[in-house]
């Protein structure tokens, strides 16, 4: 499927090889497509309305439009809904490394699907809600013969987000996009942002391999409440340290930072500007700050 956006980019994502009906009249033939509708079917979360793509909205690169999204019966998390794309199968999963990477199994999904405020369903629940639907059982035990329906289910969905994860970017190859091409003066300016943020700015020592991100955990000086990193490592250390994040179809997913505070990537930038922590203070003229945002603005 494609997810067409604004301008000249498109989101291309994994296959669809089924309606989302639901579980109704459902086929699927492979996890990651039952991992889809799975994905997007609410009636596994405690209130019947909350889904995986209640936050991680396919149209926002799968991250949310609000600084905080609100999870079951409204109830409010603590951290901003971050994209799930560019998540490389060995990184550590959350704001803070407190879930094992994709490939270690279905723990990350499990973690999201128990957490209080997104959809607070445990595995046993889990389990007796997934009986009563005949074709997502029959489906499920076809893919997954010697799971239970609840592992099952979590493995999918797994499969599902490791597709998301390699989703990217390409050029909208439809006619109506050809105005979209970027001409040679907009080409430039982003190819001088590239040069300063991986020399001037110093953004590529964080912010480098595939999907511009080291995995690694520091602390920019953001906020004082969230423990971050030290919640899990119980270092002093760690306090107020969040995981390095990919920087991927930024252009969708504002507001940014693990606590939503900044509306902008003009705020971001403005923030390294100012001071930001472990990753120092950065000078840039206006000029400069202009190609820096264009190139984060082509991701
Ligand atoms: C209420 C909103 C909400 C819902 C519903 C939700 N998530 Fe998330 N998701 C978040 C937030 C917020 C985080 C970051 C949490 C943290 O770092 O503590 C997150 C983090 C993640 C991560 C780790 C991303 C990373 O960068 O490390 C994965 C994977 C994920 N969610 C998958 C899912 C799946 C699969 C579902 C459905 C079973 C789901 N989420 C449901 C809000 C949500
Ligand atoms: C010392 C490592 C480090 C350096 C250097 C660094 N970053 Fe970051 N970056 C991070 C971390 C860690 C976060 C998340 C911080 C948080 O939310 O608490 C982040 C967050 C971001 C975000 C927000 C992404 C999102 O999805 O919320 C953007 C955009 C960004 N950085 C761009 C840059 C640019 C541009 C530069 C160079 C001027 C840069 N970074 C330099 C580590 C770094």
């Given at each position: 499927m494609i997810f067409t956006s604004c301008d000249d980019q498109s989101i291309e994502g994994p296959k669809s090889?089924?309606?989302?009906?639901?579980?109704?009249?459902v086929f699927v033939s492979s996890s990651s497509a039952l991992g889809q509708v799975f994905f997007s079917?609410?009636?596994?979360s405690s209130d019947g309305r909350v889904a995986?793509?209640?936050?991680?909205r396919a149209e926002f690169a799968f991250a949310d439009t609000t600084a905080i999204s609100r999870g079951v019966w409204g109830r409010q998390g603590i951290r901003n809904t971050p994209?799930?794309?560019?998540?490389?199968?060995d990184i550590l999963l959350m704001w803070d490394g407190g879930v094992t990477p994709l490939r270690h199994g279905s723990q990350g999904i499990l973690a999201a699907l128990t957490a209080h405020r997104d959809q607070d369903m445990n595995p046993i629940d889990l389990e007796k809600k997934l009986r009563h639907f005949i074709n997502y059982k029959l489906i499920l035990n076809r893919l997954y013969?010697?799971?239970s329906l609840a592992a099952g289910y979590l493995l999918s969905i797994r499969e599902y987000v490791r597709e998301v994860a390699t989703i990217s970017k390409t050029r909208d190859?439809?006619?109506?996009?050809?105005?979209g091409i970027k001409n040679n003066f907009q080409k430039n300016i982003i190819n001088q942002g590239l040069v300063l943020f991986q020399g001037?700015?110093?953004?590529?020592?964080?912010?480098?391999g595939p999907s511009l991100t080291d995995g690694r955990f520091y602390n920019?000086?953001?906020?004082?409440?969230d423990p971050g990193r030290a919640a899990i490592?119980?270092?002093?250390?760690?306090?107020g340290r969040f995981r390095t994040p990919p920087l991927v179809f930024l252009k969708k997913t504002?507001?940014?930072f693990h606590n939503g505070s900044a509306q902008t990537l003009n705020n971001v930038l403005q923030h390294y500007i100012n001071g930001a922590g472990e990753a120092g203070q950065i000078s840039l003229n206006s000029t400069e700050q202009n190609a820096l945002l264009a190139y984060l603005n082509s991701l």
């Open positions: 090889y089924s309606k989302q009906d639901h579980g109704e009249s079917d609410p009636r596994f995986c793509s209640s936050c991680h994209t799930l794309v560019g998540l490389h199968d013969p010697r799971h190859r439809s006619a109506k996009n050809s105005n001037k700015a110093g953004c590529i020592s964080c912010h480098h920019l000086g953001l906020d004082s409440v490592t119980l270092l002093e250390e760690d306090r504002a507001p940014y």
